[in-house]
Each structure stands twice: as C-alpha cells, then as structure tokens.
C-alpha cells in the first residue's frame, strides 16, 4: 500500500515511515482495536439496536453538530486572533500569546466547573445574557461554548507559525502589483494558509467530539436534548456493560474517522492547488 | 473584535481560577499547593509530561519527515489515524487500556499471575498521558514541512549531505518553530489531562492522583479555593514552558542572526 | 534518529519495569486501600484516623490506610478491572453485588457483617431554598407544575438511584397508591427536573453554588454538609415518608488473600461497628446503627418512616432490571411521549 510514487533523492523514507507505523500501531491502533473486538461480542442485531437507539442518535447529532459549530467559531476567530498575534505588537502581546494555552492547561473538569459558574443564570456573564433572554448553561449552546473553549488554541497554534512564515514581501509584491487588499487576502494569504487553517480546523473538531470532562457540567444531561455521545458511554460502563459502551464508542469513532479523513482530503487538495 | 474575543473566552475563566484561587490570601494559597498530596500529585504529573513529550517528540519528526518529504499512497488515512487518539474521547482512551491490561483484559491474567501493574499504578497513567498527548508534535509540524517543500533538502542531497545533516542543517532551521509548537501543545496536553488518566488512576490518594485528578479532589470536597489553587498552579506550568519557549526563541535567533534572513 | 529512538524507548520501558516491580507486596503489609464513593471523604479521613490509633495501641503497629473516592459505579469498576482494594465502601449492595459477579468477593458477602453489612445508614430529604419560598413540605409537592428539581442522573450516580426509588416507594405509600399512580408520579417528577448532573456532589453545587431549581433531592449527610458549607442559604425539609438508604461494606476476599492484608481489613470494617466507629459516623451525618449512639445524638437525625430496599422493591438485582437497566422504567419516562 505504501510506495513512493515520485523519484526523489531524500533518505530515510524506510526508517522514519517504519518507525511512524510501529509507533502508531503499539500507541493508538492496538489499543483502540479492543473496541471493535469487545463489541463484536453483542452481535449484529443487538449492536445495531444499541447505536440506531433514538436517545444514541440524539446524543449524535447533538455531539458532532455542536463540535462542528465551535470548529467553525474557532476556524473564523482562531485566525483573526493568530493573524494579530503574529502580525501586530501589542502592549501585552507575551501575556496574551501564553493565554492561548490555557484551555490546555486547565484540566478539563475545571474548565468546565469555571465555565458553569461564569455561564450560569447567576453567574458573572450569565446574569447579563439571561437579561437578553439567552440561555447558556444547560443548553447546547453552553456545550458548543465550553467546546470553543476547548478547541480555539488548536486553530491559533496551527496557524502562528505558518503566519509567522508567510513573507511579507509576497503580499507587498501582490499589492505593488496593483492588488486590493481583498485580493491580496483571498489570492495569496489564505490560499497559503489553508493547509494549516483545516488542519486546526479539524484538530478543534476531533478534539470536540468526545469531549467529556468540560462539557458534562454545562451541559445539563437532560436525554435527548442536551445528552452528549460520551455521556451515554460512560451510561453504559456504570451498568458494567462494556459492550455497549464500546459499541456506541466503536460508531464515534468511525464517525470522527470519516469526517476527519474528508478534512484531511480537502487539505491536501488545497495543498496540491497551492503548489501548482 | 479579535481581543474581545479573547478576554471574553481566556482571559475571563483565567482571571476567575486566580480570583478563586487567591480568594483567602496567599497564606492559604501556600498552605493549598504545599499538602503533601498536591505535591506527590505534581510530581506524578510532571514524571507523566516528562516520559510523553520526548516519545512524542521522536514519533513527530519521525512522521513529519515520511509524510512531508515523500509521496504514497494512503497519506490521507495515516494522517486520519495520527489524529485520531484526539477525537477518541478521554473516557474511551482509558478505557482501552483497561480492556488491554485490566483484571479480565486480555493481558489481564498474564499480568496478575506476574504480579505486574499496569492500569491503577504508574504505567497505565504513563500510557495514557502518551495516547492523549501523541498526535501533538506531529500534527504541528507536517503542515510547516509540507509548506516548506522538499528542494532545499535535496539540493543538500545533491551536494553531497547525509540524511542526518541535512535534516540538522536544513530541516530543523525551518521548522523549529513549529516543533517547539508542537512540544508545548503536547505538553500542556500531557500535563493537564484528565478524563483518560482519572479512567486508569485508581484515584488513590497520594499516590497515582496527578494534579487535575487533585484538582477535582478536592473541588469535590467544597474546598473550591484549594482546588483553584491546584488549577492555578497547571496554569502556571503552562506559563514556565512558555517563557522556556521565548528563551529558546532568544538563544536560537542570536546563534543563527543571519543578515537577511526574516526569521 | 531510529537508534535514539528506540534508545529511549528501551529506557523507558525499563523505567515502567521498575516501577511495577516495586509495587510487588511485601510479606507482611501495614498498609490497606479503602474504595469508596464520593459523600464518605469526610467520613473516612477521620474514620482511618481513628482507627489507626486504635491498631497502634492494640497492636503496636504503625498502619497507613489509602483512600480512593469517586463515583459508586466507576469505583466498582475500577476494583474490577484490577484497582487492588483490600475494602470497598460503596453507595449501593448492587455495585458490591457486582464485583462480587466477578468473583472478587464471596457471593455471600452480605450476611458476613451485621446489619446487613451497612454499619450506618441514610435517608434521602430534600434542600430547600432559605425560607422555603415554593412551600415544599412533601413529595406530592416535587410533581407540582412550576417547581424546578434537581437530581442527579439514576444511570450514573448511586446516590441517584436512591432519590429515585425513594420517589417512587414514596407514592406507592400514599392512600391508594398503586405500580400506576408511582409510576405517574415519578414522570410528573422527572418532568420537572432541570439538571440531571453526573454525580451527587455536581447535583449539590448545581443547586447550591448556581442557584438553580427550587429543590434537591439529596442523601441525608451530604444536605447537612451542604447547609454548612452554603452559610445558611438553604434548609432541609424532610418529608413524611422515605427510603433507607443502606451504603454497605465489604472485604475484597481475592486481593486481602493475595496480599495477606485480610487480618488489617477486617479489623478495619468491624472498627466501623465499634462505639468510636459509630460516633464518627454520627458525627458525619450518618446515622449509626446501635441505637445507644443514635440516643446521643439527640435532634441530629429527624424522625420520618423509612422504608428499605427489600420491603417495596425486592432488592436491588430486581430493582436495578425494572427501574434502572436499558430500557427500564427510567428510559421509558425520557421516551419521546412517553410521559
């Protein structure tokens, strides 16, 4: 399945790409095998009827629509915030540059305790958007926020460096030669960043889906309306049922892989269109 | 509009753990992080960061430099799986090393006849501090390679390079910065997870609690200012590694300050 | 690069191997790991106190007692899998019932210990707003339309599960309560509920700490630590009737023989029986079973009728296939028109 397709002088294909699959395989794919395995043990029938349930695919739809909202939040956001970081220097510039970090520093049940308590009807900024007749805690609105939370330093850490790379001639030449500044940005930046900017982009999203720990205090977990897929796992394992639990894993998973692959797909295309 | 954003989404939750953290003075903030087991909780988190980040680190370049510097196919499914331990939710990613090395996983009874212990003690943390933290390095600097191209590199293989130079003369100037990315994310990542390793844990105290298992600890004992402090304290990590990062920044730029070079 | 890098991983599985050689038992084991769930954290750090002074001076040995809290279902999961408990303290018999399943523990644990191996016992009573505004006084008033209740998840949380039956032995007491009209209530109740959190501790910050909803249903000892904890900003009522909610203890019979800790864990469990063991109990809200200590705390418990587990459900194996497993009552409630 593996072979190089174009002639090319560099060394160490075998080693690296070796080590990359052994590593790949003992760390993730093992591991991860147990689940299919583990939930093969139901049967057919029974497996489709735990993950074709109305409250699973509920918890579904609620689980990849709101990871696919933040994605896309943070796609728009990440870059402006990145786009700035790197561009402008602003008073203030280190502390905010390390504030990117933070969703990852805080462990997740914490961020989703400081959530709750400044998102709640009572909280600080709770107060004043209950005053507007908006609802965050406890609704998937509230879900999709703590997930942007989550997910933005993926979209900005992904795209620093590409920024940071992008010539700044390149962008004078275009505007030299007559360019707005519109074009500049549609023809020259964003083309040369997209690769990066799908690849937080789809970073944000993975790490979404199977969020637990920040969403399960905001969340509300009302079945059906604010359930989330990792929830009614976690359901499943309190009633020592393994199997089903993995078998609603198993289909996250397979979900996550698809539409992780579809966004890998679009990035090397719009890598090859770069390119050319 | 950008700022906004950002004071709204970081800087608010962060001021609020300080606020939390600092709400009874900087004598019970001593006291919260000075317990015995928030500090054994730190150490289990650091020793966890500490054995991830480098097996990470070799796995990133490794795969960096097969996927950016050749062509074949399949590249997009094993750049798919190289994601997937991150849409693998924390609780599933624990729970698979407990369908592996558990009591009645499949290398369950061999273990326990040995009287080896993986999942509860410090291994099975280990493994899943690697799992949740493994596409990190990776997946920061495959983009910067890919955009780097490959000519520069073959250029140095035609004059005559090793594979080992030209990846230290060549590469590694172009995509420090997207490694050291990467060696953060994958850090910070590593150092403040908590579903999976809360999974593996066994949560005993003092003894396989790392620091966002503590933190949960203790908020779940009404002592929110401790727990705030414990959580300050993971920000503060994440802070350190990133001064660490603007030092490097600092001594790489003044070894290799070529005129011209916009780096 | 490749001979770093298995270099390093050379190393680092020897470093894993060490340490899982040193966690090997010794031959004579002074220490002891104690599982529990989530409320107990309070009860246990002054329980192994206690207990290990009263070892020190029976025996003259130093002990060290471990403690591991979380969830009731995760902790019976975790032992399970391999977590090498010496005792379980846990919400419910079914998650002891079902490490037994695995063969851990001697399926006849229960009857090992007095009391049904539950040395205290607890009741579930609701919290309140200061001043009960809304006028809650009974469970009929939980089904009134335009209270908001708070309750943990039944799938996730022990405690929960106890809130449930409670409702619903509750109206089965009522004058002409029947399966029907419990079952019309526990929806009414269950439509009223605004969060189901994962666990008891989040139900009791979503009420207290985010002012949410009019009412909790709680256990016993975690709505008196609320009370002290909130300064006052909320009150007990306790209704007429409940459940008695029976959170037993157990020897782990596999992992005591194992390590020959059995002597240590069984003194432990039995210190719980002992006057000291039952003040402390006491002492935490729990109440204690001899009734001699319950005397001497005159006032700390209210008096309502209780009832068990086996007199209105038939035990938990049943309760749990009925009510809780997928597909049970509970689902049925959450159903799309199933109300």
């Not at chain 2, 230290?168 to 850090?187: E, F, Q, S």
């Not at chain 2, 600890?217 to 603007?246: D, M, R």
């Not at chain 3, 049943?318 to 109300?339: L, S």
Request: glycine share 8%.
């Amino acid at each position: 399945m593996v072979r190089t397709r174009r002639h090319t002088v560099l060394p160490g294909f075998r080693l690296t790409m070796g080590y990359t699959i052994f590593y790949l395989v003992l760390i993730v794919l093992l591991p991860l095998l147990t689940l299919p395995i583990r939930s093969w043990e139901l049967g057919w029938s029974v497996f489709q009827a735990t993950v074709t349930d109305p409250r699973v695919l509920a918890s579904y739809r609620l689980s990849l629509g709101a990871a696919l909202a933040a994605a896309a939040i943070n796609a728009v956001f990440g870059l402006v915030v990145a786009w700035v970081l790197t561009r402008y220097r602003l008073p203030g510039q280190r502390v905010i540059d390390a504030l990117i970090d933070l969703p990852f520093a805080l462990p997740t049940a914490v961020a989703g305790i400081t959530l709750t308590t400044l998102y709640a009807p009572g909280g600080w900024l709770g107060r004043h958007l209950a005053a507007w007749g908006i609802t965050v805690a406890f609704t998937p609105l509230g879900i999709t926020l703590a997930l942007v939370f989550i997910g933005l330093p993926f979209v900005v850490r992904t795209l620093q460096p590409v920024i940071d790379d992008l010539d700044l001639e390149i962008e004078e030449a275009a505007s030299s030669l007559g360019a707005t500044r519109w074009q500049v940005l549609g023809r020259v930046v964003l083309p040369y960043l997209s690769p990066a900017w799908l690849t937080g982009f789809a970073l944000a999203f993975a790490r979404s889906v199977g969020e637990y720990g920040s969403v399960v205090f905001i969340a509300g977990n009302m079945p059906m309306r604010t359930e989330i897929t990792p929830l009614l796992i976690i359901t499943q394992l309190e009633q020592f049922d393994y199997a089903r639990a993995t078998a609603i894993a198993v289909v996250l998973l397979l979900l996550s892989f698809l539409l992780l692959l579809l966004i890998n797909g679009l990035q090397s295309w719009a890598g090859r269109r770069l390119s050319t | 509009m950008a700022l906004a954003f950002l004071v709204l989404f970081l800087f608010v939750p962060l001021l609020a753990v300080f606020t939390e953290a600092l709400r009874f003075g900087l004598g019970a903030y001593a006291a919260a992080i000075l317990q015995p087991d928030a500090l054994s909780a730190l150490r289990l988190t650091l020793l966890a960061a500490a054995v991830a980040v480098p097996l990470n680190l070799v796995f990133g370049v490794s795969a960096g430099w097969a996927i950016a510097k050749f062509d074949f196919r399949g590249k997009n499914i094993l750049l798919t799986l190289i994601d997937l331990p991150f849409a693998v939710s924390p609780v599933i990613a624990g729970l698979v090393f407990i369908l592996l090395f558990g009591r009645q996983g499949w290398l369950g009874p061999w273990l326990t006849d040995h009287d080896i212990r993986v999942v509860f003690a410090l291994p099975g943390i280990v493994l899943a501090t690697v799992f949740v933290s493994f596409p990190f390095v990776a997946r920061e600097i495959i983009p910067v390679m890919q955009a780097m191209g490959r000519e520069e590199e073959e250029a140095a293989r035609v004059l005559g390079a090793s594979g080992l130079q030209i990846f230290r003369r060549v590469t590694l100037p172009n995509i420090k910065w997207g490694l050291l990315y990467g060696v953060l994310l994958c850090n910070a990542r590593a150092m403040g997870e908590f579903g999976a390793v809360s999974v593996v844990s066994g949560k005993i105290r003092g003894e396989t609690n790392t620091l966002p298992l503590h933190v949960e600890i203790l908020y779940n004992e009404y002592q929110f200012q401790a727990a705030f402090a414990a959580a300050s304290l993971l920000a503060g990590l994440a802070i350190v590694t990133l001064v660490l990062k603007v030092v490097i920044e600092r001594r790489l730029q003044r070894a290799m300050a070529v005129p011209g070079d916009p780096l | 690069m490749i001979r770093v890098s298995t270099s390093v991983f050379a190393l680092v599985c020897a470093a894993l191997l060490v340490a899982c050689a040193r966690s090997a038992p010794d031959s004579a084991p002074t220490d002891m790991l104690n599982v529990s769930y989530d409320p107990t954290r309070e009860l246990y750090v002054e329980v192994d106190k206690a207990f290990a002074a009263d070892w020190k001076a029976r025996t003259g040995q130093d002990v060290t007692i471990r403690q591991s809290h979380g969830g009731a279902g995760a902790q019976a999961r975790a032992v399970i899998d391999g977590l090498a408990a010496d005792v379980v303290t846990l919400a419910l018999a079914y998650d002891i019932d079902a490490i037994a399943g695995t063969g851990l523990i001697d399926p006849a644990w229960q009857t090992r210990l007095p009391d049904n191996s539950t040395p205290y016992t607890s009741t579930i009573v609701f919290l309140v707003r200061k001043g009960n505004p809304k006028g809650i006084r009974d469970w009929a008033d939980l089904g009134q339309p335009g209270i908001g209740v708070v309750t943990p998840n039944p799938k996730t949380s022990g405690g929960a599960r106890w809130n449930y039956l409670a409702a619903w032995g509750a109206a089965l007491r009522q004058p002409g309560g029947t399966e029907a009209s419990a079952r019309a209530f526990v929806s009414r109740l269950y439509g009223n509920v605004l969060v189901l959190d994962s666990g008891a501790r989040g139900a009791t910050t979503t009420f207290v700490q985010r002012g949410i909803g009019d009412v909790l249903l709680s256990w016993e000892n975690e709505a008196y630590l609320a009370i002290e904890e909130s300064k006052g900003a909320v009150e007990i009522v306790v209704p007429t009737v409940s459940i008695l909610a029976e959170p037993p203890v157990a020897v782990v019979d596999d992992v005591v023989d194992r390590r020959g800790s059995r002597p240590l864990a069984e003194a432990y469990l039995q210190y719980l029986y002992t006057t000291d063991g039952q003040r402390i109990a006491a002492r935490h809200h729990y109440r204690p079973r001899r009734p001699e200590i319950l005397a001497e705390f005159p006032g700390a418990f209210a008096d309502l009728s209780l009832f068990t587990i086996d007199e209105v459900f038939g035990g938990w194996q049943t309760a749990q296939r009925t009510h809780f497993a997928d597909g049970g009552i509970f689902d049925q409630i959450y159903r799309p028109g199933g109300r």
